[in-house]
Structure formats: C-alpha cells, structure tokens
C-alpha cells in the first residue's frame, strides 16, 4: 500500500505563494510519477502539473504554466508544488497522486493509482 499526505495549503492573498508538500510512504512505495491535481467547489477533478520518476521531466496546465513549479526529492520520498502569483480561480482542493502501472508522467485522474486526502488552498481578492 501506498499512503499520500499533503500539506501547505492555507489562505493567500492574491499575488501570494504558496509551497505545498506531499509526502509519500507505504511498505510497497517506490519513486513514482506524481501528479497534482486540484478539484474548485462544483467542478470537475482537473490535471496541475505532472513530474517523472527522476524529475527531470515536468508537465503543466495551461492555467498555472510560468505560475507553479513542481519538484521532487527521492531520498526523503517528498513531492513539492511552488505556486506563484496565485489567483483566485487557483481555490481549490489540491491533490497529489502516484501512479504505480508504469513510468510515464500523465494528465489524466484516471491514470493514477494513489491519492492523498487533499489540501485546501484558498486565494482571497
């Protein structure tokens, strides 16, 4: 099993940043492809951004591409989204996922096999 635990979100002003965290563990965790997701009131569950087992390889929603910036660090199992200049269409629940069928960073829910319980991020006019 793997377990996914986020962290960082909070309230912001617009403009602010943000750091948010995802720390990943379980007896079966290995470096996956992590994703980032984040789910507004009402709305769908929709792709952030994406990044490789290695983390040389990194993917972004149109919506927050030059604004967010996500990292990772393998000896501490930690996936990190830096969120920039925020919005505040950028409220939302945000998620991290692994996903475990194979090594490709993707942009669907769908493909993606563990999921955190979500971290709040509010950003305020």
């Known amino acids: 099993q793997v377990q996914l635990v986020e962290s960082g979100g909070g309230l912001v002003q617009a403009g602010g940043s943000l750091t948010l965290s995802c720390a990943a563990s379980?007896?079966?965790?290995?470096?996956?492809?992590m994703g980032w997701f984040r789910q507004a009131p009402g709305k769908d569950r929709e792709f952030v951004a994406a990044?490789?087992?290695?983390?040389?390889?990194?993917y972004y929603a149109d919506s927050v591409k030059g604004r967010f910036t996500t990292s990772r660090d393998n000896a501490k199992n930690m996936v990190y989204l830096q969120m920039n200049s925020l919005k505040p269409e950028d409220t939302a629940v945000y998620y991290c996922?692994?996903?475990?069928?194979?090594?490709?960073?993707?942009?669907?829910?769908?493909?993606?096999?563990?999921w955190g319980q979500g971290t709040q991020v509010t950003v305020s006019s």
């Open positions: 996922a692994a996903r475990s069928r194979d090594f490709r960073p993707l942009m669907s829910v769908y493909d993606y096999d563990y």
């Open positions: 379980g007896r079966t965790f290995r470096p996956y492809p």
């Open positions: 990044i490789s087992l290695s983390g040389s390889t990194t």
